[in-house]
């Protein structure tokens, strides 16, 4: 079974310091991936894919098929950058596979 | 306005009783998903339509979830003789085309006591 694992639940930064959250997926073939964030009272949302290879709201994120990842990343976090995000791969159907999330709190 | 809309946003169920979910896609958007999001996870594919078509139901966790896009484009989920293991945010999620791209409704949070 196609599998995305975000290890960490929960990511406390500064604002202003570098932010990185992990996605690990299982191997198979070419995989399609992407970031979704849900903002507080908000509905989940495209944040980025890896195929458009763009950085939306400061964020990137690279496919390193040799580690089988899909990183997160944005070099200073900002306030509203808190929310939770979510990656996801594209299986057969085009269906999403989400991983279990990571809450990302910005502080001041 | 439009963007994907679910009814009830809320709804509160005794054990047994049966719930049914609506979801109205974007106009146009031929790919409907539902997911279903228990406290603290990911969402969960339950299942997929193309138009009318159920695609791939592997998604349902018993024979009591139920989904229909008869006209394709509004769809129900129903769970029969619901538990309390069904409580959970139900997402509904619709696509123009397969991009990966799905746009989510806001939910319908079930909780079943």
């Known amino acids: 079974a196609q599998r995305v694992t975000q290890p960490e639940k929960l990511l406390s930064v500064f604002k202003g310091a570098p932010v990185e959250l992990k996605c690990n997926y299982s191997?198979?073939?070419?995989?399609?991936l992407f970031w979704y964030v849900q903002y507080s009272r908000q509905r989940l949302q495209l944040l980025l894919r890896?195929?458009s290879r763009e950085s939306i709201k400061g964020f990137t994120a690279d496919l390193n098929k040799g580690e089988t990842s899909f990183h997160l990343k944005k070099p200073f976090a900002q306030e509203e950058d808190s929310a939770m995000y979510y990656c996801a791969r594209a299986t057969a159907g085009n269906k999403l596979t989400f991983g279990g999330g990571t809450r990302v709190l910005v502080k001041p | 306005g439009a963007g994907v809309s679910q009814s009830p946003r809320y709804k509160v169920a005794k054990r047994g009783q049966d719930v049914a979910l609506r979801c109205d896609p974007i106009?146009?958007?031929?790919?409907l998903f539902w997911y279903q999001q228990a406290l603290g996870q990911g969402p969960e594919f339950l299942t997929y339509f193309q138009n009318e078509a159920q695609l791939d139901k592997s998604g349902l966790p018993s024979d009591r979830f139920f989904a229909e896009r008869p006209e394709g484009s509004v769809s129900t989920l129903k769970i029969q003789r619901t538990q309390q293991e069904d409580s959970a945010v139900y997402l509904c999620a619709s696509s123009p085309h397969n991009t990966g791209e799905l746009f989510f409704g806001e939910g319908s949070r079930l909780t079943v006591l």
């Open positions: 890896h195929i």
């Open positions: 106009s146009g958007h031929v790919s």
């Open positions: 191997y198979s073939g070419s995989p399609e």
